[in-house]
């Protein structure tokens, strides 16, 4: 099969970006009428197939092989191969959707991470997530639909992104599903454990740590009574629920740089590749920033708890991340990871899927030490 030039493009129905390299659109893709595709970036692997249910626009995403995105917006982000997502998408930059990963229709998402079989519902809002869980398609974490995750508080800051599941363990793909319950909705920044069950139609509020458990969430109290947007509780959780989930972006990235390099098959994988390590970077910067900005919002909130007679053990520890955020913020940016010398020299034996799934016990437990290290080593920078 011929590689199509732009104005062949042009007389099918889609239009294609002056500043696309058309070369990085496979021969056999399948591009329907309606579709236009932008970005310098782009890259869309064989076998994939856009707007069979309604226009797609395309920019700067990176897609691999037999990614299906049937229509919507999608803007810098990245899908691996068997990735597919309904219409009425809304997927913009830091999203990054690993193999067979996949969401129905109406679904929104922004600096979220999927691995591997994840799969959202419809009528979904899902931003700076990540999600792990589940072994194959038929066994799979689930966002059920009409699901939230609450990524903007009353003191106007995004320290939020919550982690259900987590990398080191998640990446071996042989970890129990976590499934949300419909119509409910989960406050960042949270976690929740493997095997985890959120019940339908409730509002998690709350960690959830321990493994198969189902959390069934309180409906609060109806009431008025007096708040102050600004003043912080529970600071220490907010820190540390956020230097895991850096940890864990740093430790995927890690996977990525020494893993993943060794199924890049061709152009389009290396696009894939690239673009994934593109987007975890972009996650990194958005996490430290946000949680920068909250280090300074908490010079306001314990000034107004020592005026009001607030714990002087949440003063202390909001205080304490105050001064202490100029060198946390360097010590963050300046982290680096021993890659581990057995996973770099991995012989793939099919595809990524079932190499990683049948890799011998010792070695992902040796793997998810490693990963897990690098997740420690995180969280240690702040003992507040």
């Known amino acids: 099969m011929t590689q199509r030039t732009k104005s062949e493009w042009q007389t099918a129905g889609v239009y294609i970006g002056d500043e696309v390299d058309s070369s990085r659109i496979a021969a056999d893709a399948i591009l329907l009428p309606g579709c236009r595709i932008q970005g310098s970036e782009t890259s869309i692997g064989p076998e994939c197939q856009l707007g069979s249910e309604a226009p797609v626009i395309l920019e700067n995403c990176q897609l691999g092989r037999n990614v299906d995105l049937k229509g919507g917006y999608y803007s810098g982000a990245v899908f691996f191969d068997g990735a597919n997502m309904g219409s009425g998408a809304h997927i913009r930059a830091g999203t990054i959707l690993e193999e067979e990963a996949n969401g129905a229709h109406t679904v929104g998402l922004k600096q979220a991470v999927f691995l591997p079989f994840v799969t959202a519902g419809s009528l979904i809002n899902f931003c ?57 909705g989960l406050v960042g920044p949270s976690r929740i454990a493997y095997g985890c069950v959120i019940a339908a139609g409730g509002i998690c509020r709350k960690d959830v740590l321990k493994e198969d458990q189902l959390h069934i969430p309180i409906v609060p109290k109806a009431g008025t009574g ?147 290290s690098i997740v420690d080593e995180t969280e240690q920078v702040w003992n507040g």
């Open 128 to 184: 700076d997530v990540l999600m792990a869980g589940g072994t194959s398609r038929r066994d799979h974490s689930e966002i059920g639909s009409a699901y939230v995750h609450f990524n903007f508080t009353p003191h106007q800051d995004k320290a939020t992104a919550s982690l259900l599941g987590d990398v080191p363990s998640g990446v071996f793909l042989n970890q129990k599903p976590i499934f949300l319950g419909g119509q409910g």
């Open 226 to 372: 007096p708040y102050k947007t600004g003043v912080y509780s529970r600071a220490n959780r907010l820190i540390q629920n956020n230097l895991t989930y850096i940890g864990n972006i740093f430790a995927l990235r890690e996977w990525y740089r020494n893993v993943r390099p060794l199924f890049v098959r061709d152009a389009f994988d290396q696009a894939v590749l690239d673009g994934g390590l593109k987007n975890l970077d972009l996650i990194l910067k958005e996490r430290i920033k946000r949680l920068g900005d909250v280090a300074v919002k908490f010079e306001k909130s314990f000034q107004t708890l020592e005026k009001s007679g607030g714990a002087q053990a949440e003063i202390e520890t909001q205080k304490q991340f105050n001064a202490d955020w100029p060198a946390l913020k360097e010590k963050l940016e300046s982290l680096g990871f021993q890659p581990l010398e057995r996973f770099q020299t991995l012989e793939p034996a099919g595809t990524y899927i079932e190499t990683i799934q049948s890799l011998e016990p010792a070695a992902k437990e040796a793997g998810r030490e490693w990963l897990q």
